[in-house]
């Protein structure tokens, strides 16, 4: 965000944090790669979930794990992890 102003959208995903996003808009000033390695699956072995902007948090990104489920909801270890 402090390079381009604004974070990457859902559709380029995490991966703009590897790579320079091929999908639009464009940022003006990607300088990156901004993480070392690839970014980490969550606990149970599962993609992040990357919502931008966010529904919870539209100034800003949602980001989620669907816990050892992998589904919306439940509860202990399938209990989703969130960022708010």
Same mark, same amino acid.
């Given at each position: 965000r402090l390079d381009n102003g604004? +974070?990457?959208?859902?559709a380029q995903g995490l991966q703009? @944090?590897?790579?320079?996003?091929?999908v639009q808009p464009l940022p003006n000033n990607w300088q990156g790669? +901004? @993480?070392r390695k690839e970014?980490? @699956?969550d606990p149970w072995?599962?993609?992040y979930i990357f919502i931008s902007p966010g529904t919870v948090n539209p100034t800003g990104y949602d980001l989620l794990s669907l816990g050892?489920?992998?589904e919306y909801g439940g509860e202990g270890e399938d209990l989703d992890v969130v960022s708010w």
């Open positions: 604004r +974070y990457p959208t859902t703009t @944090l590897r790579a320079a996003p091929t790669p +901004y @993480l970014v980490p @699956l072995r599962n993609s050892a489920d992998g």
